[in-house]
């Protein structure tokens, strides 16, 4: 029997503005735009940030075809989210066709979505209007509340506490459940409600997490967004399986997500920071969830063997401490055989001996476990871990 899977990549993860700050290398800069494979081979895009460029730019599968139709689904209106249009190869296609969804805004009337995107390439803010895009493009207002079937997946739709309107979406796939609630501001009641009937169950909640507690309650309250804080706790109320941090502020270095991300981990089993590059597999045996950064984030990869030691906790909550080979390394992780299991997601201590001009010295990183699998080595398993520090 054929096991469904659903393949969900991360395209974009900033938020309010792209950043090509080398700070926020590791994490990414591009605004948001996601893309969920369906079971069926239905296409998902979430959002039209700038990370839509970089999905349009490897567009073909690996056999050089794509499904006949794409559904895009816009969250709202705001620049970050539809900034991506312009400049979306596919779109200036004619044999491609994709179908957009969104809600009518009270201050654009029908049509909003269509408008918005033809307002930001009028003339004079772009050489070319949408007559130059010759795919065939279908648009359908969405309301609040809203089921509808794109194949074999349910899609639903829950309005949000952001400025001017936003709309969460809730896919229900062969695969399991994933949940978009991105741009989402913490204190309506009603609307806190339609966030938790979003993320009710879901494998995958990804949630808006681009401010800090403390930023929430003094400097940017009203703004619109949310915090890891609010993130965890409405997954835990939620009963969601995974959660993803998402829509990083511009401002937050990598080092200031990791902190974020540590800060949740100490209340959340499951917790990723949503990476540009970033691909989670649904579905399938053994793990429902498995995440991995494929070569487009990795690939200042170095083929070399480092002694190391490394220290962290099996699958059994024992601590444990392993010297080993590390053979596969890249600025963003490392891929470790280790004869012990350790328990997806933990943290691992990697004190590696280095070579430098002055002899060996030692190099110590800090990382969390996205996947685990068989080794070639027989009794390895072969860990991938991602550095936070």
Known sequence: ??????????????????????????????????????????????????????????????????PAQTHILVTHYHWDHIQGVPFFAPLYVPTNEFHFYSFRSKYLGPNSLKQVFEAQMATP???????????????????????????????????????????????????????????????????????????????????????????????????????????????????????????????????????????????????????????????????PVQTHMPGTRTSLRRDAQFRARVSGMTVGGKPFEEDTLVKDLSLQGALISLQHAPRLQSELLVTMEAPGSNGAHSMKLRGYVVRIEEAPEKGHSAVGVVFTD
């Open 125 to 287: 803010y772009f050489p070319v209007d949408m007559s130059a895009m010759t795919a065939a493009k279908k648009f359908r207002e969405v309301d609040g509340g809203e089921s509808f079937k794109i194949g074999e997946n349910t899609v639903t739709a829950r309005w949000l506490n952001h400025p001017q309107g936003c709309l969460g979406y809730r896919i229900e796939t062969p695969a399991g459940i994933v949940a978009y609630a991105t741009d989402n501001e913490p204190g309506n009641p009603e609307l806190e409600n339609n966030l938790r009937a979003l993320a009710t169950g879901a494998d995958i909640f990804i949630n808006d997490a681009q401010y800090t507690p403390e930023q929430l309650e003094t400097s940017r309250r009203g703004w619109g967004h949310s915090s890891w804080h609010d993130g965890v706790r409405i997954a835990q109320q939620a009963g969601a399986k995974t959660l993803v941090l998402f829509h990083h502020d511009p401002d937050s270095t990598d080092r200031a997500v990791d902190t974020i991300l540590r800060n949740a981990r100490e209340e959340f089993d499951s917790v990723f920071a949503a990476s540009e590059g970033m691909v989670i597999t649904l579905g399938g045996l053994g793990d």
């Open 1 to 66: 029997m054929t096991v469904p899977i659903a393949k969900l990549s991360f395209w974009g993860v900033r938020g309010s503005t792209p950043t090509v700050d080398p700070a926020t290398w590791r994490y990414g800069g591009n605004t948001p735009c996601l893309e969920l494979m369906a079971p069926d081979g239905t296409q998902f895009i979430l959002d039209c940030g700038t990370g839509l460029r970089m999905l349009g730019g490897r567009w073909a599968d690996p056999d050089g075809t794509r």
